[in-house]
């Protein structure tokens, strides 16, 4: 092979481990500083603030002594605390501590009163989930709600275009369904004939007119996932799906329904590009997957990676402040929960443990994301950030939920566990994490 052609895939391995750690310090930058300012206010002193590992580039200490700093390694970070004999928070050897004052033990994260430290600790989590709910509501607040009845914004394109429709009709039938709001229009659109015209009345300027338009939920993707057969493909926003298998395919649940009944067989679709506005011949071989189901648990179908919506963006109206902070809580709130359903299922060997990604999976979909625009991205960060809130509240020793047991451990007992309990904990849990990891890793290789 030429050395030129290795040139994109090279572009591409760049710009997916940019992403990533864009993503990636963003996240721990605000997890670290939860850490760091309450226990600042809680009276325990940040010796070091770390984004990164290992050799120090840069660095400046501020007026309270902190050392900020930005190591080589970019892949996470840490607060070093008083008393601190590492980035795990592992307390130091009796010699050090013996050494300082009792005032100067209080201002270690081992010397400090147990709220203080339980609330440190806890910060980090809470953080991460804050972070979620204000980028969430962000852009909730950003793109506005869609109005309540079915009104056009803005027509996306189609290869045989989107007939006499035009932005601002309201939709006010769909093959002679009512459709007042959008509950009543997707029941109208799931029980619409396919084909290549939908027969509608819109209201116009006030004026009702009957005419053909295209399907309203066409075979358009309106995203692709991470790994999937259509990511593969090189396929992405604004394709259409014309044909497959030389069968023509006219709504996204034609689409759906030829890739659920094709058991893992190989499909070739045409699809239409809005760029070149030229059709291409893509083979693409569905793969069996796992997604969240309406009831709480998961099904498997066989999917391409590919999702769908209207051929139109909504109407919208400004989203008000408390509709978004609702809302974003709401879906923060489902991330975690979906997060807990999930790892539920494949312990109980429900789902495939294959769901499970690991740092090249999580890199991979920071990249789709980024390229499927700064909005994808932007949520991308607070799933992720939900995620890392999520994972670091898991009971095991040196993650923040395995310091939160042993202050509960405390709390209880009156004492907390002996320094040697405690190291041989730490050191399970810290192994427990790099396996949970290096699983993660070999799922990203080795999965299909």
């Known amino acids: 092979?030429?050395?030129?052609?290795?040139?994109?895939?090279?572009?591409?391995?760049?710009?997916?481990?940019?992403?990533f750690v864009v993503a990636l310090s963003i996240i721990v930058t605000i997890h670290e500083f939860g850490h760091y300012i309450i226990g600042r206010w809680s009276g325990i002193k940040a010796e070091v603030f770390s984004l990164g590992f290992g050799p120090r580039l840069i660095s400046r200490t501020d007026k309270h002594g902190t050392r900020w700093q930005i190591a080589a390694l970019p892949f996470g970070g840490y607060v070093k605390f008083l008393g601190d004999a590492?980035?795990?928070?592992?307390?130091?050897?009796?010699?050090?501590?013996?050494?300082?004052?009792?005032?100067?033990?209080?201002?270690?994260?081992?010397?400090?009163?147990?709220?203080?430290?339980?609330?440190?600790?806890?910060?980090?989590?809470?953080?991460?989930?804050?972070?979620?709910?204000?980028?969430?509501?962000?852009?909730?607040?950003?793109?506005?709600?869609?109005?309540?009845?079915?009104?056009?914004?803005?027509?996306?394109?189609?290869?045989?275009?989107?007939?006499?429709?035009?932005?601002?009709?309201?939709?006010?039938?769909?093959?002679?369904?009512?459709?007042?709001?959008?509950?009543?229009?997707?029941?109208?659109l799931d029980t619409a004939p396919t084909g290549p015209v939908l027969p509608m009345q819109v209201d116009r300027n006030g004026q009702t007119i009957d005419l053909d338009g295209p399907q309203l939920f066409p075979p358009r993707f309106t995203g692709v996932t991470p790994k999937s057969a259509s990511y593969a493909a090189g396929l992405g926003e604004g394709d259409v799906v014309t044909s497959i298998d030389g069968t023509p395919v006219w709504t996204f649940e034609d689409l759906r329904q030829a890739v659920a009944g094709s058991n893992g067989r190989t499909l070739k679709l045409t699809v239409w590009h809005p760029e070149t506005k030229e059709t291409t011949e893509v083979a693409l071989t569905p793969k069996r997957t796992d997604i969240p189901a309406p009831d709480g648990g998961f099904?498997?179908?066989?999917?391409?990676?590919?999702?769908?919506?209207?051929?139109?963006?909504?109407?919208?109206?400004?989203?008000?402040?408390?509709?978004?902070?609702?809302?974003?809580?709401?879906?923060?709130?489902?991330?975690?929960?979906?997060?807990?359903?999930?790892?539920?299922?494949?312990?109980a060997g429900?789902?495939?443990?294959?769901?499970?990604?690991?740092?090249?999976?999580?890199?991979?979909?920071?990249?789709?994301?980024?390229?499927?625009?700064?909005?994808?991205?932007?949520?991308?960060?607070?799933?992720?950030?939900?995620?890392?809130?999520?994972?670091?509240?898991?009971?095991?020793?040196?993650?923040?939920?395995?310091?939160?047991?042993?202050?509960?451990?405390?709390?209880?007992?009156?004492?907390?566990?002996?320094?040697?309990?405690?190291?041989v904990l730490m050191s399970i849990g810290i192994a427990a994490v790099l396996s949970l990891m290096v699983f993660g890793l070999s799922n990203d290789i080795f999965c299909p």
């Open 86 to 188: 590492n980035a795990a928070s592992a307390k130091a050897n009796d010699a050090e501590m013996a050494q300082l004052s009792p005032e100067e033990r209080r201002h270690t994260m081992h010397g400090a009163p147990l709220w203080a430290r339980a609330a440190t600790v806890i910060a980090g989590p809470l953080f991460n989930f804050i972070l979620s709910i204000a980028v969430i509501a962000g852009l909730m607040l950003y793109t506005g709600t869609a109005t309540d009845k079915p009104v056009i914004g803005t027509l996306f394109e189609l290869p045989e275009g989107t007939g006499d429709l035009q932005s601002g009709d309201q939709i006010l039938s769909v093959a002679g369904k009512a459709t007042p709001d959008y509950p009543a229009f997707s029941e109208a």
């Open 350 to 423: 429900n789902i495939s443990s294959c769901n499970l990604q690991g740092a090249i999976g999580i890199a991979q979909g920071s990249a789709a994301a980024a390229k499927s625009g700064l909005e994808n991205f932007i949520w991308f960060i607070a799933v992720l950030s939900t995620a890392v809130g999520f994972l670091n509240l898991f009971p095991i020793p040196a993650l923040d939920g395995g310091h939160l047991m042993f202050y509960c451990y405390e709390a209880i007992v009156g004492k907390p566990p002996s320094d040697r309990i405690m190291n």
């Open 1 to 19: 092979m030429d050395r030129v052609d290795l040139l994109p895939d090279l572009g591409n391995f760049v710009f997916t481990i940019v992403s």
């Open 299 to 347: 099904e498997t179908r066989w999917m391409i990676g590919a999702t769908g919506g209207f051929v139109f963006a909504p109407e919208t109206r400004p989203t008000r402040l408390g509709e978004a902070l609702n809302g974003a809580v709401s879906q923060t709130w489902g991330i975690v929960t979906q997060s807990v359903s999930g790892l539920a299922n494949m312990v």
